[in-house]
């Protein structure tokens, strides 16, 4: 019977140990690349490397500071305290901005860095930019990420990078969650809601889950059995979100077409002369800019209180609110925007053309139907390499304007 039992273990010793053996050598990691944390609710996992597969597969590294850093340099390290001879700028925004789906060499922000430091205006020898944005992450999520771990990186400037969908990440009503910091508005002020820090369950996932997930992380089988798990999660969270809306409003909306939609927008744009306002005291600059943002998500009602019958434009709308918040915007939605065919056909990671080239067959587009195929149900729009190195080309040309009219203005 002992012997039975023994010979039992064993078997499943020696089938754990092949299917992990085999992962390893056919390269297979899906490690869990961010953890719960007291900040921001979440941030990326300290000391991880594996693979991102959603829109296009790439080696994702983190380094022991929970910031990525370039595959083949998974042991660099940032200063606290930046060099003498470095302007430093932290970036903070979402899923667009994190650029999971490009290699970090090819992210915007190393493009942006590379360019800037061709900018003859730069204030000192070296220009250095860390990304620490984030999926799934709103401005109030980014702004406790700020204020808590990244504040302890010296720097020049703040860059929060806006997109479309952020006024519903800032505002439990249209984003309900237990797990978050979120916003709200009284009396024309942002008052912040982080009371999920003393909630008893996250307080538990901050210990366990955060365990369970390093766990999981050491071994490719384990990440191999919890892979089916995390997408019925993911699946679960998107069907709940739905019923929630169909409760709430009565009928299944999208967020921007809601009745609370524009309260969320008013926090939005509130919650940037807040964070200005916050940065103001220690000297540093809030620069704000965007990487998506449709006409059709600005309110009708603000846009035509404040500019009229005039087509709406996200870059105007964000010029005349950073001008009366006193913070600077970076206008590159117009740029980007312009370009619908470009957009349409490199931006996107799989666009319909190469996803029918992977399939060998004609791919129904993503309006015609949005879950039959496993490309269109994977591309959620997020930049490839080629709209990267766009973005983050405008991106240093519009701050190497600024720095050109900072330099002008002290010789003046």
């Known amino acids: 019977m002992r012997l039975n039992i023994l010979l039992v273990f064993l078997s499943l010793f020696l089938t754990l140990f092949t299917l992990e053996f085999f992962l390893i050598l056919i390269d297979y ?6 953890r719960w944390d007291m900040d921001g609710g979440v941030r990326h996992f300290e000391s991880q ?54 290699t970090f060499y090819e992210r915007f922000s190393h493009v942006m860095e590379t360019e800037l430091n061709n900018c003859k205006y730069k204030p000192k020898d070296k220009v250095e930019v860390i990304n620490f944005a984030l999926s799934g992450t709103g401005q109030a999520r980014q702004f406790e990420m700020q204020q808590g771990f990244a504040k302890n990186y010296e720097t020049d400037i703040i860059l929060a990078v806006a997109h479309s969908n952020d006024p519903r990440n800032n505002y439990s009503k249209l984003e309900p969650g237990v797990f978050y910091p979120y916003w709200t508005l009284e009396n024309g002020n942002i008052n912040i809601d982080t ?3 003393s909630n008893k369950v996250f307080l538990k ?45 009565g009928k299944s909306t999208p967020y921007w077409l809601t009745q609370d939609w524009n309260e969320a927008w008013k926090i939005f744009l509130a919650g940037f002369k807040m964070w200005s306002d916050k940065l103001a005291k220690d000297n540093i600059p809030l620069y704000v800019s965007s990487s998506f943002f449709n ?31 006193g913070y600077k915007y970076l206008p ?5 925007g312009k370009r619908p065919k470009e957009l349409r056909e490199f931006f996107s990671i799989h666009s319909y053309e190469q996803r029918s080239v992977l399939t060998g067959k004609r791919v129904k587009e993503v309006g015609e139907d949005l ?9 959620t729009g997020h930049y490839n390499s080629i709209g990267h190195r766009e973005w983050g080309l405008k991106m240093a040309q519009e701050l190497c304007k600024v720095l050109e009219e900072d330099k002008l203005n002290l010789e003046n």
């Open 295 to 325: 006409d059709h998500f600005i309110p009708d009602n603000y846009w035509e209180k404040n500019f009229g019958n005039k087509k709406k434009n996200f870059d105007d709308l964000m010029k005349f609110e950073s001008e009366k918040a």
């Open 195 to 197: 009371s999920f820090r």
């Open 29 to 34: 990691g899906r490690p869990h690349l961010s």
């Open 205 to 249: 996932k901050l210990k366990y889950s955060n365990l369970r997930m390093k766990i999981v992380n050491q071994s490719r089988v384990l990440q191999l059995l919890t892979q089916g798990y995390e997408v019925y999660l993911k699946n679960k969270r998107i069907k709940s979100q739905k019923n929630y809306y169909k409760e709430l409003y």
């Open 332 to 336: 590159v939605w117009n740029y980007m």
């Open 49 to 102: 490397s594996g693979y991102y597969v959603k829109e296009s597969k790439q080696l994702i590294t983190i380094n022991s500071q929970g910031i990525r850093v370039p595959s083949d340099k998974k042991n660099y390290q940032y200063f606290l305290k930046k060099p003498s001879d470095t302007f430093r700028i932290l970036i903070f925004g979402d899923s667009m901005a994190e650029g999971l789906q490009v």
């Open 371 to 379: 879950n039959e195929n496993e490309y269109v149900k994977n591309s």
